[in-house]
């Protein structure tokens, strides 16, 4: 015989509010002292209304400090664009003069293929090496 279940209005604004602060449904059920299946059945509009007016207050009120002039503003504001009209933060490399860079990039891998260095020079110290290098 299935347990009956005695729907509480005490216990349906404890759902709502847990639920809008963001208490797992497990954790509910164990506060209420009731199973999933009962606390689907029996509570879930105030489930989904506790989690959609929670999220409603606290978007209005990320809504109101972006609008706001505070040092606080600016966050928000990048936050909300970000999750609301979708911006996203790009790296852009401007790359100018390529021409010499790639000139620069070519003798510099010419030098390195024609830089051979004798077992006699690989003892010796970088200072040495740049004498030897100059003569």
Request: contains cysteine.
């Amino acid at each position: 015989m299935p347990k009956i279940v005695n729907k509480s209005e005490e216990h349906s604004r404890m759902v709502h509010r847990l639920s809008g602060i963001g208490i797992t449904h497990e954790q509910i059920c164990d506060i209420v002292g009731i199973s999933k299946p009962t606390l689907y059945k029996y509570y879930s509009e105030e489930l989904k209304l506790g989690k959609a007016e929670a999220t409603e207050m606290v978007a209005g009120n990320l809504f109101k400090v972006a609008c706001g002039n505070d040092k606080n503003s600016l966050t928000a504001m990048i936050f909300w664009l970000k999750t609301q009209a979708k911006w996203k933060e790009t790296d852009v490399l401007e790359v100018t003069n390529t021409t010499e860079q790639n000139d620069k990039f070519r003798k510099l891998v010419h030098d390195i293929r024609g830089f051979k260095l004798s077992a006699e020079d690989s003892n010796k110290s970088d200072s040495e090496l740049d004498k030897q290098s100059k003569t």
